[in-house]
């Protein structure tokens, strides 16, 4: 099996771009597991994670609600955002500058064939980054993702996750909301979800802004540890 998990960031990048890496990443891995079943190879197939800040889109889910985004194509364009219905699970979501999104590609061959374990533990990365600021993110049962104050009135979502998998290799990911602008959340109803607000790291620390960098770089850290992964930094990509 193999544990290296190479991180490639790929800095500010339009959403399809992204996208359509993603989908040439997992093909090139899901290409390679069918050669090596059908010819008797033991070739170690590839794990991948992407960090990328996005400009202003909303993706609706393969199960989502398209009434939950609230916005039509005039005002969408009016706000700088663009849309798109993706093949993850959830429902819709808003990515957007000040956002850390992270895309792993695994094959979860290389480490465990459950995709429950495998959601708990990117949840548990953001919870491990979080706690290191000082705040106590949670889960929220029912509802993937972090959160904090949850069982509360002041409920409020931090963390945003969204993966599909086929011949266990993951795509797509977590969206954590860092220096998020919260405003474009008032244009969807947040992952269908009607009576819990959003929130972003530097409101909660009650800061202007918060170093991105750093931020991946615990990011980084803990999934290493959760995942007991090696991880390899790529230079960004141009």
Request: with cysteine; charged share 30%; hydrophobic share 35%.
């Amino acid at each position: 099996m193999n544990k290296k998990v190479v991180v490639k960031d790929l800095g500010f990048k339009d959403y399809k771009e992204t996208w359509d890496y993603q989908e040439d990443l997992f093909q090139q891995t899901f290409d390679m597991k069918v050669r090596n079943r059908r010819e008797g190879l033991e070739e170690p197939t590839p794990n991948h994670f992407l960090f990328v800040e996005h400009p202003h889109v909303y993706t609706l889910g393969k199960s989502g609600d398209l009434s939950n985004l609230l916005l039509n194509e005039e005002q969408l364009e009016a706000r700088g955002a663009t849309f798109y219905k993706i093949n993850r699970g959830g429902d819709i979501t808003y990515h957007g500058p000040g956002q850390v999104v992270g895309y792993p590609i695994l094959d979860l061959e290389n480490f465990f064939t459950d995709i429950h374990k495998y959601l708990r533990l990117l949840e548990e990365t953001i919870i491990s980054t979080m706690a290191e600021y000082g705040l106590k993110g949670e889960r929220s049962e029912g509802e993937t993702g972090v959160w904090l104050d949850v069982g509360t009135p002041f409920a409020r979502k931090i963390c945003a996750m969204g993966v599909r998998a086929s011949r266990w290799i993951t795509m797509h990911g977590f969206a954590f909301n860092v220096n998020a602008d919260l405003g474009y959340f008032d244009n969807i109803i947040p992952c269908g979800i009607r009576d819990k607000s959003v929130t972003s790291l530097n409101v909660e620390l009650g800061k202007d802004k918060i170093d991105m960098e750093e931020v991946k770089a615990r990011i980084i850290h803990h999934f290493a540890r959760h995942f007991e992964a090696e991880m390899v930094k790529e230079q960004q990509l141009t």
